[in-house]
């Protein structure tokens, strides 16, 4: 049900997410994940240096995204950079993504010590992004303001992807987002 | 040199902020503080709970600023509520505060645990932000997207504030900072 890709990595990330739904994120083990995936516990350990990076192991591509789309974007408005970098973050959540998100968001919102380590990495992608803002030329405090937002619209639309009863692909829900922040904070007609 | 309050909560926390830069964090007991305050172990746990709290007992407070402006205020334009909003959390540092503050944030940066704690902190304003325009009348997403704006431009400002060589007061730092990120996702002309 939340399986979402083949591969022994994303068989153990299916396995520990299962795992973690039915039984409790604290009460599940390493080897319990192993078993369930059909792999030795030394096989987990080549993919994820402990349980919770079975849920937090995409963090890395996913800061790639952000900041490549930055990197290599011939445009040259800050905005246009940012809105480009959230439009490359959606290769990350692929439609037959949607039923593992869901899940995945429900057990680390469950768990407050995970709830914090999913807020660390928005803080984490929000300076990376800012850092290569910078490096395209964009002055402080543009690109922190620019590199924090990016990351507000990001979570406000993954929220909003997630949601029973939303059906629009993430991409939509990006840019929506985005032009919905940018009303909020145009000036008053 | 750091102290910028009388009293003995506010002697407590300078005592425990010299301690903290002259031998480290880590390093420093509960009962070096008191005695540096001149008071007893008892009396700075009738202030805080641990030494980590003498570094972050006044967020209540500046989340009462954030949120009590907010619900106070006559203005029924969402951004207008959380210009209020800023507004009123500069009262939480008045210029005499500067030199902690800057000490302050020296200790929780060098520190990764305390540094966490600190953006988990700004996590919670914006929570708690969102949650005060909601009941405003702000819709979602709307809501959501400015509290967590206006804690970008608190943060940003309050970086601006303490760096070597500026001598703004935080509230003109305030005002310019949410012009700027105004300005950063404005329709380019």
Redesign the interface.
Known sequence: MTRWAPGARERLQAAALDLFVEQGYDETTVSQIAARAGVTDRTFFRHFADKRESLFAGSDRLVDLFTGAVERSTAH???DLASEALAASAEFFPPERLAWSRTRTAVVLANPALA?RE??KM?TIAQALARSLRERGVPE??A???G??TV??F??AF??WISEGEDRPVLDLLQD?LS???T?????A
């Open positions: 408005d800050p905005l914090e807020q660390l803080v405090p543009a922190t303001l620019l924090r937002s507000t619209v979570q406000v929220d909003r987002t919905q922040l940018r909020t904070l145009a000036p008053s």
